[in-house]
């Protein structure tokens, strides 16, 4: 049966209006999702915007990821990653196809955690835990060891047996401690900062067998590391096989590539030392027996040297030096007692002549004139103050208000003990004060 024709041509659709439509219903529908699985044709144009396909064992979907946030990916997408991605759900109308938005993108599963693994490494190393100028050296004798590992495992039988092989002196105590799982970072980070306080070890090991990158993932974590970096004894790492390097063995002042030869690094070989002690032994005994010949020749050369050298004879010459030596030392001492006995008299002679007593009449003398110089200055000096004092007695009296009053003027005073100076500044019966020669006229002032 046909299909019925729609009645106008306004309900006829295209297919940019049914993308359209197709793709409004997919972003309302479906919102920001997260979605797992592997790259393929994985493409980076000029444009820096990021194409790929995203598949799993049963299907497969475009994606896209546009500047700017192509550019902040912390790793290069490459096909066949596997990546977790936080994306919305759109649709291309050129093709008609759906695909993936994407806004964020993260490797999945080991990738994130060989990427956290890289990224700690950086930052450690930058701030200089991976120095080699920090590293320890490892005591040649170890007195006692501490071992951090997991009690189960085969890493400690493999180091325990190692040890007890090598050199049984060395005291060993394990430190036991998950060594994966969530809750192996602090229990390892608590023992380390435990055994380093405890100042009861001369170096601690820090071991584990091998396994997968997660299962190692308590070794590469930051706290441990900067406990490993805060020891006060040497630590040495040995985590995993002689392929896998973690955090720790770059922090520890040695890394060992696996339990067993960090063992053997850790102390020295009970066989090697045995064969040192008897070849020292040996070097010891030869270097005696030469000594104990060389000293026995010497001994036979002095007798003779004595015999030839009389030593009645030596002894006679050693006494008339003596003798000669004696009546040197006392001539000087002689001399050197009359020497002092001259600096006495000579300076009890000068203490005679500056006796005080010498000293007092002239003294006195110079007292007295210095004290009649003093009188005559002072004379001398109130005469002139005097005739000074006249002098302006003479100028101020001339200048004075009391010489105009000695020739018959007055001063007036208003109330307030102001000079009156003009008939202007007098209020009417105002009371004045007229200043004479022999004293004051109180008057009042009468205007006319």
């Avoid at 951090?148 to 495992?153: F, L, N, P």
């Avoid at 002549?353 to 001398?380: D, K, N, V, Y």
Wanted: a positive charge; glycine letters at 4%.
């Amino acid at each position: 049966m046909p299909t019925q024709r729609p009645g106008s041509a306004s309900e006829i659709l295209t297919p940019t209006t049914l993308n359209q439509l197709v793709r409004d219903l997919l972003e309302d529908a479906l919102p920001r999702i997260w979605i797992e699985g592997e790259l393929s044709n994985v493409a980076r144009p000029a444009s820096g915007h990021l194409y790929f396909t995203l598949k799993d064992a049963g299907a497969q979907i475009r994606g896209a990821m546009f500047k700017p946030k192509s550019t902040w990916l912390k790793f290069r997408p490459e096909a066949g990653m596997h990546v977790l991605l936080r994306a919305r759900v759109s649709l291309y109308a050129p093709r008609g196809d759906y695909q993936l938005i994407v806004e964020h993108m993260e490797e999945a599963g080991e990738g994130a955690l060989r990427r956290a693994f890289e990224e700690l490494k950086a930052k450690l190393q930058a701030e200089g835990l991976f120095a080699e100028a920090r590293k320890r050296a490892l005591p040649r004798f170890p007195r006692r060891i501490g071992v951090i590992t997991s009690a189960s495992g085969a890493a400690i039988h493999d180091v325990l047996s190692v040890l007890e092989r090598r050199f049984p002196l060395a005291s060993v105590d394990v430190l036991p401690v998950p060594v994966q799982g969530r809750e192996a970072p602090p229990a390892i980070t608590a023992m380390l900062r435990k055994a380093s306080a405890s100042e009861r070890y001369d170096v601690v090991l820090l071991t584990r067998g091998g396994g997968s990158l997660e299962d190692l993932m308590a070794f590469n974590d930051e706290a441990v590391a900067r406990a490993i970096h805060a020891s006060a004894v040497p630590v040495v790492s040995a985590v995993g096989h002689e392929v896998d390097f973690s955090i720790a063995d770059f922090v520890a002042d040695l890394r060992a590539p696996t339990p067993s030869a960090a063992a053997e690094l850790l102390v020295p070989d009970r066989a090697d030392l045995l064969q040192s002690l008897h070849r020292q032994r040996e070097r010891l005994q030869l270097l005696f027996a030469r000594h104990l010949q060389t000293a026995t020749q010497q001994l036979d050369q002095l007798m003779t040297r004595m015999q030839a050298q009389r030593p009645q004879a030596r002894l006679e010459q050693g006494q008339e030096r003596l003798r000669a030596v004696r009546a040197r030392l006392t001539q000087r001492m002689q001399r050197s007692l009359h020497d002092a006995e001259q600096q006495v008299e000579h300076a009890a002679l000068r203490l005679r002549t500056q006796h005080p007593r010498r000293q007092i009449p002239l003294l006195e003398q110079r007292l007295h004139e210095q004290h009649r110089r003093l009188q005559a200055g002072m004379l001398h000096r109130l005469e002139r103050t005097q005739r000074d004092c006249a002098s302006m007695r003479r100028a101020l009296h001339a200048v004075s208000p009391l010489a105009t009053l000695d020739r018959g003027y007055a001063i007036v005073f208003d109330e307030h003990g102001k000079t009156v100076r003009s008939v202007q500044s007098v209020a009417p019966d105002a009371t004045l004060e007229v200043r004479l020669r022999d004293g004051i006229l109180p008057v009042k002032h009468i205007p006319k």
